[in-house]
């Protein structure tokens, strides 16, 4: 079907990769190498080709640097891969740091920082500039300088040993819809242009493969699982492009789709148009590349990409669509989860056998694309991993007894879905059901939420901890991500996080999925996709605006899983409704032994 389950790396590669990369510092002179799972647009997802950091280490997280030096090595990552990176990683040749209790700041400083600098001499650390953003590199050298250690830009020392690396992407790309865009890219590029202008500069650099297709109406295919493309695009107060994409990947209708306001030019080209820029440039340092924002020749205006905002505040014709995909999504979850509760109790199911039934599933459906990402799923102590990725090796039997835990979704041409279910596979232990419930608890209170305007994610990233936190439990990544509509399942800068400062605004569509992972035993995360719109008004209430969530995910939640004890009125409530809208919107599109499945799993608790 979509993926493949084979490993990318293995340990045993590390040592004589490893060996090739300190060949090569001792050549040049280096102390060390950075090595980034990022490529020179910067987004969250690369190709084959930038898939580096794998390469070199085994570890196949979607997020981590790997820095090595002479004698040692260390891969850095945070608290979703901590199970995942000591199991893939050669722990002869890499340690491991796992932030935010560590840092790759600190584990730098600690093998090559010195109290004395007086005398001038330096540790030299290499970096490609193409792979790192501006921001990061500056909070490296704050840190990092006065403990004499320098970041040196470099060629990539990586690519120089990977002697079998892929050939950069060459995905063709496609046209938009007017009818799921919402908006002619004429009046996208106009609008945002004027906003380039009132930040004082006269164009603005984008190297974010999704603000680029949103801001043209395109679609590529350079990205798996990613309907985007490789590509830069300046945009020019005046609402003019110039974009930078191999010609090889545009027809001749996606050119006249382009219109002539939007020059072509080949990526070899954009540097030396940087340099060549008149007037302010707006930059965004936490997405632009080193090498980028060396190459401008004009004065620099920082800020934010001007597209990201514009584009999480989905308009109406984006919503319908997500709306729609979900509905559809929701019945092929529907046949797949009664599928798994004839078959799981078996133990005749593996991993793999559960995740391709689901694709298959989704592919039914004449509008899929894609998976929106690689199937995450666990049974039992690899459901303890939040981004686990089976594979042949460790493929394991579903069994009675286990909790299972299936993260999912779907490239559908009118909207991208993401869902997270967890299932009993038989009768779970006791304590597996009361975190659960406390979880539930969670995403209900993310479900029910209500705010003034002007929140953040962080304000509302404790209401799905509290439970946990009230019984001495949480769980070690965000509530929630952004995601796009037919775009990437991971979309900025929208959050339900700790850190999050973006305030929530209507039309932004948010991921709810608190969890709890008992590490060797088993994970849970419950996943609904939520769109933000204007709080219904309430009887009694001051003329503020407020917010609230409306839940886009329409499949059922494992009531065998719950402890009705643990839940209150209101939370029942909500969940009794919840479920008898599932069977409302997907039943009419189920056979008929679905359709029985689905009200018994939909009645009320």
């Not at 199937?375 to 286990?402: L, Q």
């Not at 002007?454 to 965000?478: M, Q, T, V």
């Not at 929630?480 to 990437?488: D, N, P, T």
Request: net charge negative.
């Amino acid at each position: 079907m979509f993926q493949t389950f084979e490993t990318t790396s293995r340990p045993e590669n590390a040592l004589p990769r490893l060996a090739a990369l300190r060949a090569e510092l001792a050549r040049e002179g280096l102390s060390g190498f950075l090595i980034p799972r990022a490529d020179a647009h910067q987004g969250e997802y690369v190709a084959p080709r930038d898939e580096r950091l794998a390469w070199l280490t085994g570890f196949t997280g979607s997020a981590g640097n790997a820095v090595v030096l002479d004698g040692t090595a260390a891969v850095v990552t945070d608290g979703r891969y901590k199970v995942q990176v000591r199991e893939q990683l050669d722990a002869g040749s890499f340690e491991t740091v796992i932030t935010p209790g560590g840092s790759l700041i600190s584990w730098i400083d600690e093998k090559l920082g010195r109290d004395d600098v007086a005398d001038g001499s330096e540790a030299r650390i290499g970096f490609d500039p193409w792979l790192h953003s501006v921001s990061e590199i500056e909070k490296l050298r704050k840190a990092l300088e006065p403990r004499g250690i320098a970041l040196v830009p470099w060629d990539n020392l990586v690519d120089r040993i990977w002697d079998d690396q892929p050939e950069p992407p060459m995905g063709e790309m496609s046209i938009h819809p007017l009818d799921l865009a919402g908006e002619i890219h004429d009046e996208k590029r106009a609008r945002i242009g004027r906003a380039v202008a009132a930040e004082g500069a006269a164009s603005a650099v984008i190297t974010l493969p999704d603000s680029i297709a949103w801001l043209l109406n395109i679609r590529g295919s350079d990205i798996v699982r990613n309907p985007v493309p490789h590509a830069f695009a300046i945009l020019h107060a005046g609402g003019t492009v110039d974009l930078f994409a191999a010609p090889g990947k545009m027809t001749q209708l996606l050119r006249e789709h382009l219109g002539e306001e939007i020059a072509v030019h080949a990526p070899e080209a954009f540097s030396a148009f940087l340099g060549a820029l008149d007037g302010p440039v707006l930059v965004d340092p936490a997405s632009l590349p080193v090498a980028a924002w060396d190459a401008v020749g004009a004065k620099i205006v920082r800020g934010v990409d001007p597209v990201s905002l514009p584009k999480a505040r989905k308009n109406p014709a984006e919503l319908a669509g997500m709306a729609a995909a979900h509905v559809r999504d929701g019945a092929a979850m529907a046949r797949f989860l009664t599928w798994i509760d004839r078959e799981a109790p078996s133990g005749k199911l593996t991993e793999i056998a559960i995740a391709t039934r689901l694709e298959e599933e989704r592919a039914a459906d004449p509008t899929l694309r894609d998976i929106s990402f690689e199937t995450i799923v666990g049974s039992g102590p690899n459901g303890a991993m939040p981004h686990y990725r089976v594979n042949s090796e460790s493929d394991r039997t579903v069994m009675p007894g286990d909790v299972l835990l299936v993260d999912s979704g779907g490239q559908y041409s009118d909207g991208t879905t993401d869902i997270t279910r967890t299932v009993a596979v038989g009768e779970v232990p006791d304590r597996a059901r009361r975190a659960f419930t406390l979880v539930l608890k969670g995403m209900i209170a993310i479900s029910r939420a209500r705010w003034p305007k002007g929140l953040a994610g962080r304000d509302l990233d404790p209401l799905a901890r509290a439970a946990l936190w009230r019984a001495g439990l949480d769980f070690d990544h965000g509530t929630g991500h952004g995601v796009g509509a037919y775009l990437s399942v991971h979309e900025g800068p929208q959050r339900l996080s700790r850190t999050s400062e973006v305030p929530l605004e209507t039309g932004m569509i948010l991921s709810n999925e608190p969890g709890y992972y008992d590490e060797g035993d088993f994970g849970i995360r419950i996943e609904n996709l939520v769109s933000v719109i204007p709080a219904p008004a309430l009887p009694g209430a001051d003329d503020r605006e407020m917010l609230s969530f409306s839940t886009l995910t329409f499949a059922p939640i494992d009531r065998r899983m719950i402890e009705p004890a643990l839940l209150d009125a209101e939370e029942r409530g909500w969940l009794d409704a919840y479920h008898a809208e599932v069977a409302a919107r997907i039943g009419p599109l189920l056979d008929a032994s679905v359709s029985e499945w689905l009200d018994g799993a939909c009645r009320p608790l």
